[in-house]
């Protein structure tokens, strides 16, 4: 079976979750937890040598870490990547959207407030909220004329960018500002197979199990 090395609040590993959790493929997860560290141990280091989740690893031995490679790979051969070459292009394009231009910012902030470390990064927030306000309104141009961000379905490039998205109000961002953005989260939960970023999935399993 399929394993899945996770922290339960990060968005980038609910992208892997909610992927899995649509394709109906069964997994075990192992959770662990990088405020304390635990990435960072050798048994962790051994498989991922970046010392970061999400890591996927099959029972092979085969292991991909970086939650958009593996959100391509899982897709792989299923509507939710695109065959069309423009549109998978499409869809590639706005998973490094999310990668450099969202998730340092918007999934930056949501971590300060998460672990108590905004007072620590007081001087640095203002230039991190407006650049992560520069990427929601990005998304809100593209979505008032488009239903998704790939070939007007739902798709990667949807998971990739409504895992910090939808939790953007946790670090203080306005959503209530974004309505095309709003109406589109709507529609990300309303698809088949959804779960929530709370949601206990996988069997639960361990590092060294």
Not at 89 to 102: C, P, R, V
Not at 131 to 140: D, F, I, K, S
Not at 197 to 204: K, Q, S
Request: glycine share 6%; net charge negative; proline share 6%.
């Amino acid at each position: 079976m399929l394993r899945l090395y996770d922290f339960w609040e990060s968005g980038n590993c609910y992208k892997v979750r909610l992927l899995l959790s649509q394709l109906r493929i069964p997994f075990e997860r192992v959770a662990l937890d990088i405020l304390a560290g635990e990435t960072r141990r050798p048994a962790f280091l051994a498989k991922n040598p970046n010392g970061r989740v999400p890591l996927v690893e099959w029972p092979d031995g085969r292991r991909l870490a970086e939650s958009n490679a593996i959100l391509v790979y899982l897709a792989e051969g299923t509507p939710l990547l695109p065959a069309d070459a423009f549109e998978r292009a499409q869809a590639l394009q706005w998973m490094f959207f999310e990668q450099y231009s969202h998730e340092p910012y918007i999934a930056v902030v949501r971590f300060w407030h998460f672990a108590g470390l905004v007072e620590t990064n007081r001087a640095a927030l203002p230039d991190k909220v407006e650049r992560g306000y520069q990427a929601l309104a990005v998304m809100e141009r593209h979505l008032a004329a488009h239903a998704f961000f790939a070939g007007e379905r739902y798709t990667v490039a949807d998971i990739a960018l409504y895992a910090y998205t939808h939790v953007a109000g946790e670090g203080g961002f306005e959503l209530r500002r974004f309505p095309a953005v709003e109406r589109w989260l709507a529609r990300v939960r309303d698809q088949p197979g959804h779960v929530a970023i709370t949601d206990e999935v996988g069997t639960p399993a361990s590092l060294d199990g």
